[in-house]
């Protein structure tokens, strides 16, 4: 299988370096088009009127890797200039590792989750990693995680679904398990900081929403590796009679 890596914390990331170093031991073929710098929470923004260069790198060739490049633009247009403009060849796309947890309202923003959401809409399947952590050494969990469960996670992504995968601090926190949940809420108490004449967006996550709810908020506030099917569609199924007859 070819596996695309993308990413949105730039293609030196500690992230997807562990990443390439876990799919390297198996017998898939690896490609990587990443962002050359970090590019977090900028959605599902793509480029159209700046202009995208590309770069190719040396530096994964020892691990044998051929098709490795950095883009000067966002992870949506990694996934359609692999497409359209280098002409790759893949099968799936796994994006991250992020620094950083991408649950809830996050995959809104998540420039991670965009770039799955991207091969969606190509009808390519695709993989979202997160993780909590920060430390660099937590990411060869994460990867291992991944690897171990590769093939799971593919058939529940086929044939062009997204799988969100976020994982626990496992050098703070003690894996209680995995958890398939339903997208949550997080609100992150956003508010402005004013230096001189410019404002700039503070805020730390918290958990937001009933206690409850089978949320992947919930479960990985709880310690547990979460697992949330996604797509492109924002259609509310549940209002559309609703909404037909109050337009009757």
Do not use: W
């Not at 949105?8 to 017998?27: E, L, R, V």
């Not at 990867?143 to 626990?168: E, H, R, S, T, Y």
């Not at 967006?201 to 310690?223: C, F, Q, R, S």
């Amino acid at each position: 299988m070819k596996i695309l890596l993308v990413n949105d914390d730039s293609i030196f990331a500690p992230g997807i370096k562990a990443m390439i170093s876990a799919i390297t031991k198996t017998q898939h073929e690896i490609l990587v088009v990443a962002p050359k710098y970090e590019m977090s929470s900028v959605g599902h923004h793509m480029s159209l009127r700046d202009p995208v260069r590309v770069q190719k790198i040396d530096d994964y060739a020892c691990f044998g890797i051929k098709n490795a490049f950095a883009l000067e633009g966002t992870p949506v247009d990694c996934i359609k200039f692999a497409k359209y403009q280098l002409k790759l060849d893949f099968d799936l796309v796994v994006s991250g590792i992020n620094k950083g947890g991408n649950v809830g309202s996050d995959v809104v923003y998540s420039g991670t989750v965009a770039a799955c959401i991207e091969a969606n809409i190509l009808g390519i399947p695709s993989i979202a990693v997160s993780s909590t952590s920060y430390d660099d050494n937590d990411y060869d969990f994460c990867a291992d995680f991944i690897v171990k469960n590769l093939d799971k996670l593919v058939l529940a992504a086929q044939p062009d679904k997204v799988i969100n995968v976020n994982l626990p601090d496992s050098t703070k926190t003690e894996i209680k398990g995995i958890k398939i949940a339903v997208q949550g809420n997080r609100d992150y108490g956003d508010h402005y900081v004013q230096e001189g004449e410019n404002f700039y967006i503070k805020g730390y996550p918290k958990y937001y929403g009933d206690i409850d709810e089978e949320t992947d908020v919930k479960y990985l506030d709880l310690g547990y590796i979460t697992i949330t099917p996604l797509t492109f569609s924002m259609v509310d199924h549940t209002s559309l009679k609703k909404v037909e007859d109050i337009f009757k």
